[in-house]
């Protein structure tokens, strides 16, 4: 039985305390993932070598990155195309171990994070040898990693948040109220997205996924993010647009984002998000088009000011993103700050 099904009885929380405090939830020791190469200390002799050793391992984090997706989300489609564009690629190219979980493209962060709890237990830490994983969340997929971070700390050494409905989307709250649940209009968008996601299902190969839209909507509403942090605070800001906690439970948060609309004229995808921005309830904040600025922040803010929209997040459409900023950069130097924590 998932959380969210007892969340009304809160009855897994004291089962989860109980489980902890007596170590039954526990891993029996932080071990890294197969082909981990830890940071060398390079001496006069052999410097070049171990230090050729090094930067070949700069990305070579000592628990597996796992790169979660948000709404409309896949691993890849039909092989070519990743959600995540070059992101996992270049991560590898410095040793990275990346995985790229396919979980409900349409749905709350409680299911969605059963889901990639599910996937870490029985993929992730097998497949690897690790006892933990360091999560990277996109969008929905920020509170998604907050949730299995929540419920499962001890397999969890980091979760970031990046471009992430921490508190919501204030284009979800416009649209809720411009479509109420009920209305003609909502049901008209939600079938439509669903039909959608139901394409984008098939073509990567992950048509076994559920998918539940006006859920998903309805958790990314003020509303929706608000009910889910009064359970999931961990690394909650102190105040909104502030910085929360950076370490709770063993876990590290970090969050990052960006506050442009057009970053590259040749992006089709941007004359979308200008116009989402200029709708969306943001209350006088900056916004990628989608989230505004405070409501990325969480744990630690690496920044909330890169010259990126919401979907040069994840370096779409297809890397044509700001002359001024490389999405993909910022993972890397992600990776190796990691990778320096000894994470």
């Known amino acids: 039985m998932g959380f969210k099904s007892i969340l009304g009885s809160k009855k897994c929380l004291p089962v989860m305390f109980v489980l902890t405090l007596f170590g039954f939830n526990q891993q029996a020791s932080a071990s890294g993932h197969n082909g981990y190469v830890p940071e060398e200390t390079c001496g006069f002799w052999g410097a070049f070598s171990c230090a050729a050793r090094n930067h070949s391992n700069r990305y070579n984090t000592k628990y597996p990155v796992v790169l979660v997706h948000g709404v409309s989300g896949f691993d890849n489609i039909m092989g070519f195309i990743d959600y995540f564009h070059d992101i996992p690629e270049s991560l590898e190219g410095g040793s990275a171990r990346v995985y790229v979980p396919a979980i409900s493209s349409w749905d709350d962060a409680y299911v969605r994070g059963e889901q990639l709890l599910d996937y870490i237990q029985n ?116 105040s909104y647009c502030g910085e929360g906690a950076s370490q709770v439970n063993g876990v590290h948060y970090f969050s990052w984002g960006g506050t442009d609309h057009i970053t590259n004229v040749l992006d089709v995808s941007d004359y979308f998000l200008a116009a989402t921005g200029n709708v969306g309830y943001w209350n006088g904040d900056e916004n990628d088009g989608l989230v505004a600025k405070c409501s990325m922040h969480w744990g630690d803010v690496i920044a909330d000011h890169y010259r990126a929209n919401h979907f040069d997040g994840v370096n779409h459409l297809f890397g044509l993103t700001s002359i001024f900023h490389n999405p993909v950069s910022v993972y890397e130097n992600h990776a190796s700050r990691l990778r320096d924590m000894g994470l």
């Open 123 to 238: 993929t992730v830490l097998p497949d690897s040898g690790a006892s933990k994983v360091n999560l990277i969340g996109f969008s929905l997929g920020g509170p998604t990693v907050r949730y299995v971070a929540g419920v499962a700390p001890s397999i969890v050494a980091s979760a970031t948040t990046v471009h992430a409905v921490n508190y919501g989307s204030g284009f979800a709250d416009w649209g809720l109220d411009t479509f109420p649940q009920g209305s003609a209009g909502n049901t008209l968008v939600t079938d439509l997205i669903s039909s959608l996601s139901d394409i984008t299902n098939a073509l990567s190969g992950n048509s076994g996924n559920e998918n539940d839209v006006l859920d998903a909507i309805l958790f990314m509403s003020s509303d929706g993010a608000n009910a889910f942090n009064a359970t999931f605070s961990d690394g909650m800001p102190t």
